[in-house]
């Protein structure tokens, strides 16, 4: 042992030495996230339906967000992130998740992003265009969907990537459950006055290289049009991803796509409508990437299928088809700085001429290095 | 009554022999299967030919460490961009940070590269904690392996010598072979290397190399024309026989520099290809082949 141990004059055994990942520290993670961007509209009324889109021509802040995450103790860790505007502040999440439940079982508890869909729960910083597409701010809100609540998640015992995550959520809110009670939230009287949301999302590792991601994802809850009147959303998912790790490659491309069937019900009638929108990312380097997106709205029809019109208390206007397509590229001079330049033309199915926008969005990140889910 | 029906529930649920280990690296995998041997199953979370910086948190590596044991990492946030996520998805609070069955291997090693003074990411993209490739040293491996003995002896006492032994006969095995690269490769002591990124202060610590540049200007910052003249200088000032690179690294920048100096261009593998069932040892032996020819003056 002593003549192994001349051998490492180097780098030696050093069992009891605390773990050197990090400074010791009980503070949280932080991380400031701000998104900037400059942006033109053609029409003096841009249709932007996420609350963090740029939505002037001018300069815009789209957001500055402060991620906080830490472990709260052996049971729970700790997640926040907290939304900053140029005229107000915001608890987007601020939530706690179980460590050490048995049987491969999670719960969190607190105000969260629902796990509806693919985009939802899912941050600016992460996104793959500057602004949300219009179906999930039509359909969930321009904040994303969320609320106040507690939600249950699994793994299944398949040999597959498989999860069950069920969830409910005050379902009031015009930009986080825009589809339920909306603005009008006529408080909570009994369950089913909360909205309930059920997600089932498998991952295939089609080989080292291939990835396929597929969701299923129901939402149901009260909508404020009359007493008992509730609203349902139908949705599946689908994420692929090309990035070779059998070979070094910067690259990779990616294809996402979400289609949603919303359903609600109204004095007398439903009113039904299709939301989707697929987007093609190619990161060609490691700085670099181009991407295309495609999003489609229907207007919402009747059980006749007729035009829902002033029915549609949501969206009146929305008489017709909207079909939006973006382009843009992107700048990494980091992983903790992006610049995009974004172009779209939206083709609103009740307006005369397309509206065209074109955005130069910065963003910038400081604090800790938070972890990119996939 | 109920003692004896969950005496048989026991006896019906299959027996578990093996040790569920995952590794976020393929080194570390290749050191925990020798410290294992059968008594472990060992999953890497990344291949020798990815970027350990830049590994896509796929959830089949969620569902992997979902039923680990033991989670084997470098530190020192090697990982961080990615293992987080995969750690909250496993829902297994085993190999929760300081959980029993994570370990954190950058504490068996001294570290090299521990920033001094006002840290920020001007500098790059930095480690906090010191440089986190110590893996390329292999006089590393001895204190990993023990580290990785004592772990899993704790956690499957029954096999504790065993892994003790193996880890024994793994330091014994390395020392051996350390012994005989350090001869081989004595003629590099002193030489001046260049390097793409800050990946190789342990081996140069090791063979007494002296990195006189890297490629990139700062940690993760691509080079800039400016830069790749200074570094093209600096090669031919001191003159540098060879550019060292990780073979993972997809910058054509590197082969634009040899170009122009006739450096040649040693691309190291990122680490052990456990799918060709490559060991520590063989890896390692991958490396010195690579440098040998630079004492004899032929082409690796």
């Given at each position: 042992?002593l003549l192994?141990?001349g051998f490492?004059?180097g780098?030696v055994?050093?069992?009891?030495?605390?773990?050197r990942?990090a400074?010791?520290?009980?503070?949280?993670?932080?991380?400031l996230?701000?998104?900037v961007a400059?942006?033109?509209?053609?029409?003096?009324?841009?249709?932007q339906t996420?609350?963090?889109?740029p939505?002037v021509t001018?300069?815009?802040?789209?957001?500055l967000?402060l991620?906080?995450?830490?472990?709260v103790d052996?049971y729970?860790?700790?997640?926040?992130?907290i939304?900053?505007?140029?005229?107000?502040?915001?608890?987007?999440?601020?939530y706690?998740t179980?460590?050490?439940?048995?049987?491969?079982?999670?719960l969190?508890?607190?105000?969260?992003?629902?796990?509806?869909?693919?985009l939802?729960?899912?941050?600016?910083?992460?996104w793959?265009?500057?602004?949300q597409?219009?179906?999930?701010?039509?359909?969930?809100?321009?904040?994303?969907?969320?609320?106040?609540?507690?939600?249950?998640?699994?793994?299944?015992?398949v040999p597959?990537?498989?999860?069950?995550?069920?969830?409910?959520?005050?379902?009031?809110?015009?930009?986080?459950?825009?589809?339920?009670y909306?603005?009008?939230?006529?408080?909570?009287?009994?369950?089913?006055?909360?909205q309930?949301?059920?997600?089932l999302?498998q991952?295939?590792?089609?080989?080292?290289?291939?990835?396929?991601?597929?969701?299923l994802?129901?939402a149901?809850g009260p909508?404020?049009s009359?007493r008992?009147?509730?609203?349902?959303?139908?949705?599946?998912?689908?994420?692929?991803?090309?990035?070779?790790?059998?070979?070094?490659?910067?690259?990779?491309l990616?294809?996402?796509?979400e289609l949603?069937?919303?359903?609600?019900q109204?004095?007398?009638?439903v009113?039904?409508d299709?939301n989707?929108?697929e987007?093609?990312?190619?990161r060609?380097s490691?700085r670099?990437?181009?991407a295309?997106r495609?999003?489609?709205g229907?207007?919402?029809?009747?059980?006749?299928?007729?035009?829902?019109?002033e029915?549609?208390?949501?969206?009146?206007?929305?008489?017709?088809?909207?079909?939006?397509?973006?382009?843009n590229?992107?700048?990494?001079?980091?992983?903790f700085?992006r610049l995009?330049?974004?172009?779209?033309?939206?083709?609103v199915?009740?307006?005369?001429?397309?509206d065209w926008?074109?955005?130069l969005?910065?963003?910038?990140?400081?604090?800790a290095?938070?972890?990119?889910?996939? | 009554?109920l003692s004896f029906l969950l005496s048989l529930?026991?006896?019906?649920?299959?027996?578990?022999?093996?040790?569920?280990?995952?590794?976020s690296?393929?080194?570390?995998?290749?050191?925990?299967q020798?410290?294992?041997?059968?008594?472990?199953?060992?999953?890497?979370?990344?291949?020798?030919?990815?970027d350990?910086?830049?590994?896509?948190?796929?959830?089949?590596?969620?569902?992997?460490?979902?039923?680990?044991?033991?989670?084997?990492?470098?530190?020192?946030?090697?990982?961080?961009?990615?293992?987080?996520a995969l750690?909250?998805g496993?829902?297994?609070a085993?190999?929760?940070?300081?959980?029993?069955?994570?370990l954190?291997?950058?504490?068996?090693?001294?570290?090299?590269?521990i920033?001094?003074?006002?840290?920020?990411?001007?500098e790059?993209?930095?480690?906090?904690?010191?440089?986190?490739h110590?893996?390329?040293?292999?006089r590393?491996?001895?204190?990993?392996?023990?580290?990785?003995?004592?772990?899993?002896?704790?956690?499957?006492?029954?096999?504790?010598a065993a892994?003790?032994?193996?880890?024994q006969?793994?330091?014994?095995?390395?020392?051996?072979?350390?012994?005989?690269?350090?001869?081989?490769?004595?003629?590099?002591?002193?030489a001046r290397?260049?390097g793409?990124?800050?990946?190789?202060?342990?081996?140069?610590d090791?063979?007494?190399?002296?990195?006189v540049?890297?490629?990139?200007p700062?940690?993760?910052?691509?080079?800039?024309?400016?830069?790749?003249?200074?570094?093209?200088?600096a090669?031919?000032?001191?003159g540098?026989?060879?550019i060292?690179?990780?073979?993972?690294?997809t910058d054509a920048?590197?082969d634009?520099?040899?170009?122009?100096?006739?450096?040649?261009?040693?691309?190291i593998p990122?680490?052990?290809?456990?799918?060709?069932?490559e060991t520590?040892?063989?890896?390692?032996?991958e490396?010195?082949?690579?440098?040998?020819?630079?004492?004899?003056?032929?082409?690796?």
């Amino acid at each position: 042992m002593l003549l192994l141990l001349g051998f490492f004059a180097g780098p030696v055994l050093a069992q009891d030495a605390p773990s050197r990942s990090a400074p010791q520290s009980l503070n949280p993670d932080i991380a400031l996230i701000a998104d900037v961007a400059a942006a033109w509209f053609s029409s003096d009324e841009p249709l932007q339906t996420g609350g963090h889109d740029p939505t002037v021509t001018g300069f815009n802040l789209q957001q500055l967000e402060l991620s906080a995450k830490s472990v709260v103790d052996p049971y729970f860790d700790f997640n926040a992130n907290i939304v900053f505007s140029l005229y107000g502040v915001e608890v987007e999440e601020v939530y706690a998740t179980t460590r050490a439940l048995p049987a491969r079982t999670q719960l969190r508890v607190g105000q969260f992003l629902t796990r509806f869909g693919r985009l939802n729960n899912s941050h600016p910083h992460g996104w793959d265009f500057v602004d949300q597409p219009f179906v999930l701010g039509r359909v969930l809100g321009g904040e994303g969907n969320r609320g106040l609540g507690v939600e249950g998640s699994v793994l299944l015992p398949v040999p597959w990537f498989t999860e069950l995550v069920v969830s409910e959520t005050m379902a009031g809110g015009e930009a986080t459950a825009r589809s339920f009670y909306g603005p009008q939230d006529l408080g909570v009287d009994r369950p089913w006055d909360l909205q309930t949301t059920v997600a089932l999302k498998q991952f295939f590792p089609l080989s080292s290289d291939h990835s396929l991601f597929w969701g299923l994802s129901w939402a149901a809850g009260p909508n404020a049009s009359g007493r008992d009147n509730r609203s349902e959303l139908y949705a599946t998912d689908l994420f692929y991803k090309y990035r070779p790790i059998s070979r070094s490659s910067a690259a990779w491309l990616s294809l996402q796509g979400e289609l949603i069937h919303r359903r609600r019900q109204v004095p007398d009638d439903v009113l039904a409508d299709w939301n989707a929108y697929e987007q093609l990312t190619w990161r060609f380097s490691q700085r670099w990437a181009l991407a295309a997106r495609h999003e489609l709205g229907t207007a919402a029809r009747l059980l006749d299928g007729s035009l829902a019109e002033e029915a549609d208390t949501l969206d009146p206007e929305w008489d017709a088809t909207r079909q939006r397509v973006s382009l843009n590229t992107t700048f990494w001079p980091t992983e903790f700085s992006r610049l995009r330049l974004q172009g779209a033309s939206d083709l609103v199915g009740w307006r005369e001429q397309p509206d065209w926008s074109v955005f130069l969005a910065f963003e910038f990140a400081v604090g800790a290095h938070g972890a990119h889910a996939f | 009554m109920l003692s004896f029906l969950l005496s048989l529930l026991l006896l019906l649920l299959p027996a578990r022999a093996e040790l569920r280990v995952v590794a976020s690296v393929p080194t570390l995998a290749a050191i925990a299967q020798e410290v294992g041997g059968e008594q472990v199953k060992v999953t890497s979370l990344s291949m020798a030919a990815q970027d350990p910086h830049w590994v896509d948190a796929r959830p089949n590596l969620a569902l992997a460490l979902s039923k680990a044991d033991l989670l084997i990492i470098v530190g020192l946030d090697l990982e961080i961009g990615w293992l987080p996520a995969l750690q909250t998805g496993s829902r297994n609070a085993a190999v929760q940070t300081g959980g029993r069955g994570y370990l954190d291997t950058s504490r068996f090693v001294n570290l090299l590269e521990i920033p001094t003074g006002k840290l920020d990411r001007s500098e790059g993209d930095v480690h906090p904690g010191g440089n986190p490739h110590f893996l390329h040293d292999p006089r590393s491996i001895a204190p990993v392996a023990y580290g990785i003995a004592a772990r899993m002896g704790e956690l499957d006492p029954a096999n504790a010598a065993a892994y003790t032994a193996r880890a024994q006969a793994l330091a014994e095995q390395a020392a051996e072979r350390i012994a005989a690269w350090e001869a081989q490769l004595a003629c590099l002591r002193g030489a001046r290397f260049v390097g793409y990124h800050k990946s190789w202060p342990y081996l140069a610590d090791w063979l007494g190399l002296e990195i006189v540049e890297h490629v990139e200007p700062k940690p993760g910052i691509p080079p800039n024309p400016a830069h790749i003249a200074h570094v093209v200088e600096a090669m031919e000032r001191h003159g540098v026989p060879a550019i060292i690179e990780m073979a993972y690294t997809t910058d054509a920048t590197v082969d634009q520099i040899s170009a122009r100096t006739g450096a040649k261009v040693l691309r190291i593998p990122g680490g052990v290809h456990v799918e060709r069932k490559e060991t520590v040892l063989t890896h390692m032996e991958e490396i010195v082949a690579l440098l040998l020819p630079l004492c004899t003056g032929s082409t690796p």
